[in-house]
């Protein structure tokens, strides 16, 4: 292993200046670290935007590498193909191996792209090295070595980060103190549309909503985040007798911004979506979203929402869900929620099966 401060200072050494990433347990480490020195870190909303920024400072002449999980590797593969690759710019990527060597030993969603990280890299031609848990800083050197000879072929080289091979520090937030638990304003928006079907984000959000609110017409979402509320669409536009209920982070809904537009669009009047938004990438560590200077229903009313509303308080946020289900929608809530204290509740999936939480949904929505 390395410590966060080495894995920073090596890139540095070699005129790394700039990173831009989606956070990962694994670089929770150097992005706490980068985030205490102004203009080194940009925070992005998805893997393909880092990569992008990335390219935009390699185009201005400056070093920038991407830190990514591998989850998220798809969300990349556009911009790698048809701008990085076709432009020749010499970018460097340390992607995390998620669900890799084993993926038993990971969650559901990382099953399927642990194992096929190194194939999909080679099969769009792209050079990747390991870093691996055991490595040291000699190692590590000799990665950045090789990657360096590719650099300057002006190709884009990966590196495939092991779970353990770097440490970790401490995210630099200074976490608010005003607003609900997000267990707590989860069992109020669920109390207060209990027939509703809930499409629940990845992570934490799912996990709480598991703990004080499961039942059979709730979809908790395993991975594929920033895609709730597209879940949340056409399950509403495919049953409009029933009222659904997306239980969004911030960090989340950030991913996929464009999906408010679409929603806008579509205008389906049994949709309530709700934000919970603690501003910070929980799941990953705690890293900063950029959520604290967004609005996210400011956002929405311009997407086209019929309504939306922020909310602090468990009287705000239970009135503002008895409204949204007698007026037409889409709705917005917005609800700042706390960073979370204690014990983390476990995943669903530690007790369903990804097929039961899918057949018991499907069959609430045909009661």
């Known amino acids: 292993m390395i410590s966060a401060q080495e894995f920073c200072d090596l890139l540095a050494e070699r005129g790394f200046t700039l990173a831009s990433g989606v956070p990962c347990s694994h670089f929770g480490g150097p992005i706490a670290h980068l985030s205490t020195q102004p203009g080194r870190y940009v925070p992005a909303p998805n893997e393909g935007s880092a990569l ?6 390699a185009l201005g002449g400056r070093r920038a590498y991407v830190m990514l999980q591998n989850s998220g590797l798809g969300n990349l593969i556009n911009p790698l193909t048809s701008l990085v690759m076709t432009y020749q710019l ?15 030993t990971d969650e559901p969603q990382h099953a399927v792209m642990g194992p096929a990280t190194p ?17 040291g800083v000699e190692e590590f050197r000799s990665v950045l070595d090789q990657a360096d000879k590719d650099l300057a072929a002006q190709r884009a080289p990966f590196v495939l980060v092991e779970r353990g091979a770097i440490g970790k520090a401490e995210a630099a937030n200074d976490p608010h103190t005003q607003g609900l638990a997000a267990a707590q304003a989860i069992g109020v928006v669920t109390a207060a549309a209990p027939q509703a079907a809930v499409i629940a984000t990845t992570g934490f959000t799912g996990r709480d909503t598991f703990a004080v609110a499961d039942a059979p017409g709730n979809f908790y979402m395993q991975g594929s985040m920033g895609h709730a509320s597209s879940i949340g669409l056409g399950v509403a536009l495919t049953h409009p ?36 938004d603690n501003r910070v990438h929980e ?20 997407a086209g929402y019929a309504g939306a509303i922020a909310c602090d308080s468990e009287d705000s946020l ?9 007026a037409s929608g889409p709705h917005l809530i917005s609800v700042k ?3 979370r204290t204690g014990s983390i509740p476990p995943r669903a999936t530690n007790a ?16």
């Open 52 to 57: 992008a920024v990335a390219a935009g400072a």
């Open 90 to 104: 010499p970018i460097l990527t340390f992607t995390s191996l998620r669900g890799w060597p084993d993926p038993a």
């Open 119 to 135: 194939a999909l890299l080679d099969s769009v031609d792209t050079p990747h090295y390991t870093l691996y848990a055991q490595h």
């Open 241 to 276: 007798e029933r009222t659904v209920v997306v239980l969004d982070g911030d960090g989340a809904l950030l991913m996929h911004l464009g999906a408010l537009s679409m929603i806008g669009h579509e205008s389906p009047a049994n949709l309530i979506h709700v934000v919970l």
């Open 283 to 302: 799941s990953t560590g705690g890293q900063a979203t950029t959520s604290a200077t967004t609005s996210f229903p400011e956002m929405a009313l311009a």
């Open 318 to 326: 239970r009135g503002a869900m008895l409204r949204a289900q007698v």
């Open 337 to 339: 929620t706390l960073p």
């Open 352 to 367: 369903l099966t990804t097929l039961d939480i899918r057949d018991r949904f499907q069959q609430s929505l045909q009661q």
